[in-house]
């Protein structure tokens, strides 16, 4: 019987013989593997059970990167059930166009005045309980569901819209767009097409894209925005500053508006370096002309400092959850 520690040591020896590339007609061939290990008899008593253990740590493996080794735990085997049941009611919340739709204000720090809302994608599991988007929009992005919950999440934000303009409110909406979704070589089309179906005015639409969704594809990302802008929709870099895109890339981008990030936000009052980033963001947006909002905002301290600053735009708790 091996220990564990003689396992570990063989599954080393075995990435080791992998790291080499292998030669096939002079060509050379360059293979990863990743290997899930489960032992007997701790794990399991069957060889049915003991298969399943260790092709469940195999695939923890493959999600962390590949190329590695996986122990089996009964906590690993309830993360795959809780991320398979959390996969069927995704499936089954998006078939049954269950997903609802939740608002943040975004408003002028200085008069309180409305000037436009955040769509944002909420589920709710069989108990009625919320799932929390931290959860499902990365599964949904694994799982290759964004494009179709973006699209819902799209078409529901701007049907509320609509309603709210006929009340007589002129209240902007933006929508997140997804890395995935970004790569689709249609969602311009998609977009379009819906905004013709529901006579949806261009100014009232405001896509947020994150920085590493835009640096994904250079040329294209350029080529999808002027398509974007053409059609007089506002496009908003969200997160910024958590990214890794250059200045000359921003000029070239042509956006429109700049969201600083809440996790610089949030801790600027006691970080130094935070606030430093914020400034230089500030900074940036007006140097570029850029409109600017500040997210995550929770105490009173932090919207007088992002005022002072010369951020004009702002949303989060300390005004309206969403």
């Known amino acids: 019987l091996w220990s564990i520690e003689e396992v570990g040591l063989f599954t080393s020896q075995v990435h080791s013989q992998f790291q080499q590339p292998f030669v096939l007609e002079d060509k050379k061939y360059q293979m990863a593997v990743s290997i899930g290990v489960s032992i007997y008899p701790d794990d399991a008593q069957t060889i049915e059970m003991f298969m399943r253990h260790a092709d469940v740590a195999m695939f923890k493996a493959k999600s962390e990167g590949r190329n590695r080794t996986s122990f089996f735990s009964d906590e690993l085997e309830q993360q795959i059930i809780h991320r398979h049941q959390l996969e069927l009611l995704l499936r089954e919340t998006l078939t049954n166009q269950q997903l609802q739709v939740y608002y943040q204000p975004k408003l002028c720090l200085e008069t309180g005045k409305l000037l436009g809302a955040e769509a944002l994608a909420r589920m709710q599991n069989h108990q009625g309980q919320w799932v929390s988007p931290i959860e499902f929009i990365p599964l949904a992005e694994e799982t290759g569901l964004i494009g179709e919950l973006g699209q819902q999440v799209l078409r529901q934000a701007c049907k509320e819209c609509l309603s709210w303009q006929q009340l007589g ?34 100014r009232l639409l405001e896509l947020e894209v994150t920085e590493s969704a835009l640096m994904l594809d250079v040329s294209k990302t350029q080529s ?18 958590t990214g890794y895109s250059s200045l000359s890339y921003l000029k070239k981008f042509q956006v429109d508006v700049l969201k600083i990030d809440k996790s610089f936000v949030q801790e600027m009052l006691t970080d130094r370096g935070d606030m430093e980033i914020v400034k230089a963001v500030i900074s940036l947006a007006k140097s570029m002309n850029l409109q600017l909002i500040a997210e995550g905002i929770e105490l009173e301290a932090q919207k007088d400092k992002l005022l002072e600053l010369g951020c004009q735009m702002g949303q989060g708790y300390f005004f309206s959850k969403p």
């Open 169 to 202: 409110n002129q209240v902007p909406v933006s929508v997140n767009i997804a890395a995935a979704q970004f790569a689709d070589p249609l969602l311009v089309k998609q977009i379009s097409s819906l905004m013709t179906e529901l006579q949806m005015p261009a």
């Open 224 to 241: 999808m925005l002027s398509q974007l802008k053409a059609a007089g929709i506002c496009i908003s870099i969200d997160d910024f500053g």
